[in-house]
């Protein structure tokens, strides 16, 4: 097997208009990023197979459909009902997504959460200090909707409000 080097990606360097075919299913700023539908989004540097260097971390969450990723050589199975959180430097590598999968993803840089207080603030706000995989209850299950599809409705209205973004986003850290 052909042992590919990771990309770089750094969220605030990306040019997001030459890489996204459709900006329909996403939302992002150079400090804040949510994406409602991954694969619908068609990224051009997104590929099955090639690691990426996140230099943020991620909260990832499946709503249908089934994927298998690497992160820093660990596999893991996404399904609904479960939410990946991943740590900044992390090396995430996509090997599989079902054809039914939706994929939704929220990150933030440093300069999104001011009162972090460090640069590495999911460590700050979550307990757990690694890389990990939620299993939820039905009601958990729930509630993460709810706070994705608050998200999504909040950022697609005509008046963004990027300190309420900021607050829910502290919220879910704080949450899960």
């Known amino acids: 097997m052909d042992k590919k080097a990771p990309i770089d990606f750094i969220w605030n360097k990306l040019d997001f208009k030459k890489i996204i075919k459709h900006t329909e ?9 949510f994406i409602d539908d ?21 909260i990832v969450q499946l709503t249908s459909g089934k ?14 009902g479960k939410v990946l ?17 939706r994929v939704r993803v929220i990150t933030a840089t440093p300069n999104f959460i001011e009162d972090a207080g460090n640069e ?3 460590r700050h706000y979550l307990a757990n200090d690694t890389n990990t995989l939620l299993p939820l209850d039905k ?5 993460m909707n709810q706070y994705f599809s608050l998200f999504w409705s909040i950022l697609r209205a005509p008046r963004f409000k990027q300190e309420v973004i900021r607050q829910l986003f502290l919220s879910l850290l704080h949450y899960t």
Request: proline share 7%.
């Open 25 to 33: 299913y996403c939302f992002i700023t150079s400090d804040f990023g």
């Open 139 to 143: 009601e958990e299950n729930e509630e």
């Open 38 to 58: 991954l694969i619908k989004m068609e990224s051009v540097l997104f590929h099955l197979g090639q690691p990426y260097k996140m230099h943020e971390g991620r």
């Open 120 to 122: 590495d603030f999911f």
């Open 85 to 101: 959180i991943t740590f900044p430097e992390s090396i995430l590598q996509p090997l599989e997504f079902t054809p039914n999968t």
């Open 67 to 80: 994927a298998r990723i690497n992160v820093n050589l660990s596999e893991y199975i996404l399904t609904p």
